[in-house]
């Protein structure tokens, strides 16, 4: 069955919602003009931003991290972008020499032998390359949405992130039937894992199917305990001390 028909749900608010959504994308661009960028995981949510943002037209950038971990079918989907709206998209990359150091020093399954090690190896592949595509921009949009965990739930629209740059997250109140029937309505290039169970997806070795019943964001970092469920992007530096902590006594 596929994630469509499996997901897909008009609710009440929809439109609403979407209307929303755009208006905040149209806002967000205004008022960071040529200094604003989508950082998208490729995630079902952040195709629906991709989608919003290039059908009407609105100037902010489209940019992801290619951290050498990914699965086939998560990397296909750049060109897939590339080809239905005529967008470029940034890629950033992990430093190689830092990458292949990493795994001399600590192997190819370091992930799963510590949760310092496993923040090591997102530090490398997923924050550094973020924290050059952020350079020299003011703001920048992601996917979040407060259904998606815990940690998420206080999820706003709009915040500063560590370094004092605008955060915008335009579906943060929408539901996971919200992103899917706005996929189903729009025809919305996804990741073809989704329709395997995969809701969240990150890197390869991180991420599994779920089962029924399970968590939302159960498939990321599977046996870590919960609070530590975050590789970076989205956590403030509070937060993150917490996780830290929470890692040094796991």
């Known amino acids: ?98 990458v292949v150091q990493f795994v001399l020093k600590n192997g190819e399954r370091a992930m799963y032998d510590s949760i310092a090690l496993r923040k090591g190896c997102c530090a490398i592949r997923k924050l550094e390359p973020l924290s050059r595509m952020l350079k020299d921009r003011s703001a920048w949009v992601t996917g979040m949405r407060r259904e998606q965990s815990a940690n998420r739930g206080t999820a706003s629209f709009t915040e500063q992130d560590n370094k004092g740059r605008t955060k915008f997250n335009p579906l943060a109140d929408w539901s996971w039937a919200d992103v899917w029937q706005y996929i189903a309505l729009n025809d919305v290039p996804c990741n073809p894992l989704h329709d395997q169970f995969y809701p969240s997806i990150g890197c390869a070795p991180c991420t599994r199917a779920i089962a029924v019943g399970e968590d939302f964001r159960a498939g990321r970092w599977w046996w870590e305990v919960e609070g530590a469920k975050e590789c970076g992007l989205h956590v403030h530096e509070k937060q993150a001390n917490q996780v830290s902590m929470i890692g040094a006594h796991a």
């Open 1 to 98: 069955m596929s994630a469509v028909t499996l997901y897909a749900r008009e609710t009440p608010g929809f439109d609403a919602r979407v209307a929303n959504a755009l208006a905040l994308l149209r806002r967000a661009a205004t008022e960071h003009p040529m200094r604003i960028v989508q950082a998208t995981s490729l995630g079902a949510e952040d195709m629906v931003i991709t989608d919003l943002i290039a059908c009407h037209q609105l100037p902010i950038a489209i940019a992801t991290l290619e951290t050498g971990m990914l699965h086939a079918e998560t990397v296909g989907l750049i060109g897939q972008i590339e080809s239905r709206y005529a967008l470029d998209v940034e890629v950033f990359e992990p430093v190689r020499e830092s």
